[in-house]
């Protein structure tokens, strides 16, 4: 169908409805093709050299060309109301299936996981009998790599006492890791853990670091979708672009046919006058 021929003589708002029934009756033959090698085009609109719709967006492309401003010709309204109404009608089951959300059940976290430990980890080291600065503690367990280390030195029994956030039990120095007993406890071990640190259970931290990911996961495909619509937008922008320029051209070769047979006109008359 060369629809550049048919864009030559329009057709008013009132014959719309009508004239759409012979593109409609072209989709459903096949003589207008939508579905091409598995994508979705819109074979109205010639201009755009890659068109991978999605079914929702061809729909809507059709339904709001159909329903546009008076810049569009009433062919043009005409050929997209045919193809939203082949869309609607011939193609519903090209419509993406939107995934029911599949709302996880809690799961009951075992006993061990409802006890209570302080976090960030932190352990609790007694028995150092030696009074030495944190320098020379962090060298001594340097080891096991310890992120923090912060002493005490019990007057009473002469020992230091430490807090570390990772280590080991030795010989002669046993530690554990701090739980409630310890951050509600009294001395200046329990005063550092309530400052430095809080209650919580293992499933409270995974779940804390599981919605941490959620969120930068949904925050991710937020920015992803925006940027598609934007995309879309340009494409369609440009496609508009694009066929107004095409019938800028077209009505320029037309005045300028016109301008030259109009001249070949006057100097034939003009010859003729002579004689």
């Known amino acids: 169908m060369d629809h550049s021929s048919e864009e030559e003589s329009d057709i008013s708002e009132s014959e719309i409805e009508d004239y759409k029934d012979k593109p409609l009756e ?8 939508v579905k091409v090698n598995g994508f979705l085009r819109c074979p109205f609109c010639a201009g755009k050299k890659k068109q991978d719709y999605k079914y929702k967006d061809l729909l809507q492309h059709a339904t709001g060309v159909s329903k546009g401003s008076a810049s569009r010709s009433g062919k043009q309204k005409a050929n997209h109301l045919a193809l939203a109404r082949y869309l609607e009608i011939e193609l519903a089951s090209e419509a993406e299936q939107t995934p029911q959300q599949v709302v996880p059940q809690p799961i009951k976290p075992p006993p061990e996981q409802q006890e209570l430990f302080v976090w960030p980890w932190m352990g609790i080291l007694v028995n150092l009998t030696e009074q030495r600065d944190n320098e020379y503690w962090m060298k001594k367990f340097a080891e096991y790599k310890p992120l923090e ?15 570390i956030r990772k280590t080991q039990p030795e010989s002669s120095i046993y530690g554990w890791r701090a739980r409630a007993d310890d951050h509600d406890s009294d001395g200046p071990i329990g005063e550092y853990i309530r400052r430095e640190g809080r209650l919580t259970t293992i499933s409270a931290i995974v779940q804390e670091s599981n919605e941490s990911r959620n969120t930068v996961v949904a925050h991710l495909a937020d920015k992803i979708d925006e940027a598609n619509k934007n995309l879309d937008k340009l494409h369609y922008n440009f496609n508009e672009k694009n066929m107004s320029l095409r019938r800028m051209l077209e009505e320029k070769d037309k005045l300028h046919y016109a301008f030259v047979e109009g001249m070949f006109l006057s100097i034939c008359e003009h010859r003729a006058s002579q004689y």
């Open 26 to 33: 072209d989709l459903r033959s096949g003589n207008l093709k």
């Open 149 to 163: 280390l912060c002493t005490f030195w019990n007057e009473e029994d002469h020992s230091t006492q430490a807090i």
